[in-house]
């Protein structure tokens, strides 16, 4: 079992900033890679960035230059650096993995909103 406790998200104005934290426990060293997800209001949960295995990085087109995703090495922490928020990023987003033989495992999430 892996489980996640996502931090960070909370208010900020179009143009701010806001880093999201993801402390993982558990079975760890099994993790195949890292993600985070969102979903607004009414909408469809959607993957916003993922680091895999060996720490490379990949985006969906409309956080591309403005996220940044990372982790720790001992994968036992994940992050997301938002940048050039704009209100279409108001979310709850969730800290994901995918662990041992192809097992997903959720953090809670924690809502960010982008508004002035």
């Known amino acids: 079992q892996v489980q996640l406790v996502e931090s960070g998200g909370g208010l900020v104005e179009p143009g701010g900033s806001l880093r999201l934290s993801c402390a993982a426990t558990?079975?760890?060293?099994?993790?195949?890679?890292m993600d985070w997800f969102r979903q607004a209001l009414g909408k469809q949960r959607d993957l916003v960035a993922t680091?895999?295995?060996?720490?490379?990085?990949s985006y969906v087109d409309s956080v591309k230059g403005r996220f940044t995703i990372s982790s720790d090495n001992d994968k036992r922490a994940l992050y997301l650096e938002m940048h050039n928020l704009i209100p279409e990023d108001t979310a709850v987003y969730y800290c994901?993995?995918?662990w041992g033989r192809g097992w997903r495992s959720w953090g809670q999430g924690t809502q960010v909103t982008v508004s002035s």
């Open positions: 680091i895999d295995n060996v720490g490379d990085p």
């Open positions: 994901s993995v995918l």
């Open positions: 558990g079975s760890t060293d099994s993790i195949l890679h």
